[in-house]
RNA sequence: CGAGUCAGCCGAGAUAAUCGCUGCCUGCAACGAAAAUGCGCAGGGGGAGGAAAGUCCGGGCUCCACAGGGCAGGGUGCCAGCUAACGGCUGGGGGGCGCGAGCCUACGACAAGUGCAGCAGAGAGGAGACCGCCAACUUCGGUUGGUAAGGGUGAAAGGGUGCGGUAAGAGCGCACCGGGCCACUGGUAACAGUUGGUUGCAAGGUAAACUCCACCCGGAGCAAGACCAAAUAGGGUUCCUUAUGGCGUGGCCCACGUUGGAACCGGGUAGGUUGCUUGAGCCAUAGAGCGAUUUAUGGCCUAGACGAAUGAUUAUCCACGACAGAACCCGGCUUAUUGGCUGACUCACCAA
RNA sequence: GGAGAGAUGGCAGAGUGGUCGAAUGCACCGGUCUUGAAAACCGGCAGGGGUUUGUAGCCCCUCUAGGGUUCAAAUCCCUAUCUCUCCA
């Protein structure tokens, strides 16, 4: 009988832990979500939830958002390797169906575990955001 | 039955099953010398709202400031009451809307003073002659004077109607209507009055313009504040060691780099604990009051999280599920919103 | 959670209650100059609706939205919406 449960250890609990995760972490991404994630040294996968005001404006879908992550993470535990993952939200994600959403989060569990295996390549360097001249000088 | 007015209630739809979250209580095993505490497991019984929202007001609570009073600044503004307090509520008055039940109303003072009113218009406030009307004079073009009834301008032009009166007119006189002032009567008061007297009517608008009058307000906010307190940086006191010294690199000298050790003290970052839910509380009955509200007695305990808890799946039923999630706590206001229920009343039609 | 500031044309950004549809700059359009362009100079357009067969002209509405005060509101007063900043 596998144990589904969602205890604290399951979470990541302190600013400290959610600033180590975003120093170079594997990432994955649907329109919705982006997945960042690194290895840790526990036996368990852990989680933690990033909703931004800015993004999600109603107190109450924030909720419905952070639940539905919680659930699907939940259900998906033993799927999971040693990792820890951030969720963090896009804009627009307020108007999504709970089925939509469930649908893109458990393509993400198993997309992120991947990138996180030992021999999985490392990720290219964090950039902020596209560089605009190189743009333009693709469209040259 | 139709149209409508007011007041109140319910509202994560209900039930069942499985998995899951949270803090409370009980029990079990385990770490440990033992207890407490913490971690784990099992069971029990709790677990978002009428607006939890906006933060528009008012309090409690906490810290800071403070002898007392005033100025400045801000707020409120018909009267009386309720309340911990209020810009809220209740009752009453004035004004406006509606056939009506009812609804709306920042509603003190411009006769304390100062300002503002563009353009237009003759004149914009204790005024005024552009056209008109009337009289006199006239070179027949006009000039001078009188006149606020009519025209015209403007958002606004200094009581209204009628009769008398007059050169034409005019509260110039009179009657009625309206207004002001003083009594009287009713009312706690605002205010009201087929009440009496007096006054020809003179001082219009604007205070969400300055201002005056009356009353109220110290400032910040639980991210307030209180307690415990690593690592590392840094401070103070005492003692010890000593500057041709100690420590590090180095086999050693030379050389280069560095400036000490111990104890105690308070401040305090990360982090943790607390503040954190028993309260101007809710329910019932009885009394006071038109009512808001209040008094007495009895009963009840009803979220307290902190990367932040109520969800997911399945089945059945229906009104087919809106707005929306506590974060120190209350009293209001405002805004968002699906549908349903209850009571009181008004109008229209029909019947008796 | 609490405290505060703001919203004006395509963009930025001024604006004492009155000749304000609203300065100024950028952008846009036209012209002068040039072989052509840039710069400079000159001028214009500023949103929507109505009137008109159509244009010009004229009229109405519009300074985030809805009410109110005033003869008159971008400006004063309420209410709502949105945006931004600060506080551990």
Redesign the pocket.
Known sequence: ME???????L??????H?SRIFNEPARAATPFFTLLAKRNDQTNPRL???VAK?RV?????R?RI???A??SF?LNQHKLDNIDIVLMVKSGIDEQS??ELTKQLNKLWRKINERCKPGAPKPPPFKKRPNKSAKSNKQA
């Open positions: 144990d589904f449960s969602f205890s604290r250890e979470r990541l609990l302190t600013p400290s959610y933690g939830l990033t800015k404006k109603k107190a109450c879908q909720n952070k639940r539905l919680r659930e939940r709970n089925d």
